[in-house]
């Protein structure tokens, strides 16, 4: 299962993001959220990990395995538009560095992760979508997630934006 999700997810990383991932997948899973990796946003940029709950809240997770990954990242603030909850999701010995003020503690949540499990360190704000983007989003997030699946029946189908 681990060699699926790395085939599928953060080729260009270290491997323990996809343990990180793999965690926090299990933790939503509990929470009755379901996420899918790597999900491109109309902006340009690449959420690590997007979520759907029950109520059709998107939640975005951006995985950090290095500190200096985490320190020179400034792109983050771009996620923040295309979803209701931002979280962090980091090993263990990164999360002191996202109590600094830069990584906006008050609307960003903490996760703290490993490949058996994650839990919630530091709740993230609620900020609703707009209707309009909520809807965009939803039906970007549905159509990917069912490409993939049809690319697992058809993998000449590919993962095509």
């Known amino acids: 299962m681990a060699s699926q999700l790395e085939s599928l997810c953060f080729t260009d990383a270290p491997p323990i993001a996809a343990d990180v991932a793999r965690g926090v997948t299990r933790l939503f899973c509990r929470q009755d959220l379901f996420a899918i990796c790597e999900m491109p946003l109309p902006n340009?940029?690449?959420?690590?990990?997007m979520?759907?709950?029950?109520k059709?809240?998107?939640?975005?997770?951006e995985i950090k395995v290095a500190k200096a990954d985490l320190i020179g990242d400034g792109k983050w603030t771009d996620y923040l538009?295309?979803?209701?909850?931002?979280f962090w999701a980091v090993p263990p010995h990164l999360a002191h560095l996202l109590e600094e003020q830069r990584f906006l503690p008050s609307d960003a949540g903490l996760i703290v992760a490993d490949r058996y499990d994650a839990a919630v360190v530091r709740q993230a704000a609620h900020r609703p979508l707009a209707p309009a983007?909520?809807?965009?989003e939803l039906l970007r997030f549905a159509r990917r997630a069912a490409r993939r699946l049809a690319a697992q029946i058809d993998p000449s189908l590919g993962e095509a934006s």
């Open 44 to 49: 340009g940029r690449r959420a690590d990990l």
């Open 51 to 54: 979520a759907i709950d029950a």
């Open 56 to 61: 059709g809240e998107l939640t975005i997770v």
């Open 81 to 86: 538009e295309y979803c209701d909850r931002f």
């Open 133 to 136: 983007r909520r809807k965009a």
